[in-house]
């Protein structure tokens, strides 16, 4: 059975960082991009941040560059989201995701999610 359990949310106060973490597990994911989505309160879920399977190439969504980095350990199956610098917009639930359908990889046309880990941000 193939999952992926995301960890590393919380509460943060505004200007503070978190790293989320995403193990995958029941097959490897090395050869795929893989990437975190979020969902805020009563908004639809919306790309944040993805890696090719080599690390060689990275994909932000404007809110976030320069404040979040994303990064994978293919010999744990792990991709990492380190968010800097957060704000009270970054309030959501954190998905992980891998297996992008072709050329889909900013949209949420992915094989495999993740169950979420909420990231909260106070003013």
């Known amino acids: 059975q193939v999952q992926l359990v995301e960890s590393g949310g919380g509460w943060v106060q505004a200007g503070g960082s978190l790293r989320l973490s995403c193990a995958a597990s029941?097959?490897?994911?090395?050869?795929?991009?893989m990437a975190w989505f979020r969902q805020a309160p009563g908004k639809e879920r919306v790309f944040v941040a993805a890696?090719?399977?080599?690390?060689?190439?990275?994909w932000y969504a404007d809110s976030v560059k320069g404040r979040f980095t994303i990064s994978r350990d293919n010999a744990k199956n792990t991709v990492y989201l380190q968010m800097n610098s957060l704000k009270p917009d970054d309030t959501a639930v954190y998905y992980c995701?891998?297996?992008?359908?072709?050329?889909?990889?900013?949209?949420?046309?992915?094989?495999?999610w993740g169950q979420g880990t909420q990231v909260t941000v106070t003013s």
């Open positions: 995701a891998a297996e992008p359908r072709p050329g889909r990889v900013r949209t949420n046309d992915y094989n495999y």
């Open positions: 890696i090719s399977w080599n690390a060689v190439g990275t």
């Open positions: 029941g097959r490897t994911f090395s050869e795929t991009i």
